[in-house]
């Protein structure tokens, strides 16, 4: 099977689960996933299958693949379900997968450095988020167009580059410049609202574009703009400054 169609049953597929979390079932302590990422990489071309562990559920393990996206198979490697497994805990539908990846970005984001970002600060902060963005994306322009509103909020918003299509694209290029710009805001602006990208010497400032795009895979980004809390809280695509207020609070 291709990989194209197992990235479309991904962006356009929803299931949802919800897990029985008594004693009588403690879902799969131990990981038996040989077979089924063996099978899983046989069956989908190109796609690697880079870490397999327990899920909530019995006799199916969790497959990270291609270090980004999470899909769930039976042991013997011969069903697979593809969306979000939801379990109720407490009373309360959670999303064991999301709540993983909470704590990946909450960690990643205390190890960024803030030299490597581009940031447009609010006069009176009230609250930081973490946005990943592609010059391409017209919704990352259409957010972008809207920066000094988000300011006037009270909210720092902290850029990192994510080239949708990968570090060898032409967006990919345009950042690194981008970064390496005397005045990278100013940069982006120009690049975002303008369509003009400067053309500024390479060196080392160009790295965090790369560093910032596989950290976004880490974080399981999807598309751009993708924005996240300082807790690593998935806030949404494009949001409109009411919006995102609303989310924050």
């Known amino acids: 099977m ?3 169609f197992l990235v479309l049953l991904m962006t356009g597929l929803m299931a949802a689960c919800g897990a029985d979390t008594s004693s009588e079932s403690k879902g799969n302590d131990a990981v038996n996933g040989h077979k089924a990422k063996a099978a899983f990489e046989d069956a989908f071309d190109g796609m690697k299958v880079t870490e397999v562990r327990a899920s909530p559920v019995a006799g199916m393990v969790e497959l990270d693949v291609n270090g980004r ?11 697979i379900l593809i969306g979000k497994l939801l379990e109720i805990k407490d009373g309360e539908v959670v999303n064991p997968a999301e709540e993983r990846f909470e704590k990946v970005r909450k960690a990643g984001i205390k ?4 030299a490597d970002m581009i940031t447009y600060a609010a006069d009176d902060e009230t609250a930081e988020v973490y946005v990943f963005t592609d010059i391409s994306c017209g919704f990352c322009r259409k957010l972008h167009r809207h920066i000094d509103e988000y300011n006037a909020a009270g909210v720092t918003v902290h850029y990192l580059a994510f080239p949708r299509g990968g570090a060898t694209t032409e967006a990919a290029a345009a950042m690194r410049h981008i970064w390496c710009a005397e005045d990278r805001a100013q940069a982006l602006t120009d690049a975002k ?36 809390s300082t807790e690593g809280e998935q806030l949404g695509g494009y949001v409109t400054p009411e919006q995102l207020l609303q989310r924050l609070n």
């Open 2 to 4: 291709n990989k194209g």
């Open 69 to 79: 996206e999470s899909v769930y198979m039976t042991e013997d490697g011969r069903h």
């Open 111 to 114: 190890e960024l450095d803030p």
């Open 193 to 228: 609202l303008n369509n003009e990208v400067i053309q500024a010497e390479l060196s080392d400032c160009a790295k965090p574009v790369d560093e910032q795009y596989q950290l976004g895979n880490t974080f399981g980004v999807r598309g751009t703009p993708a924005i996240y």
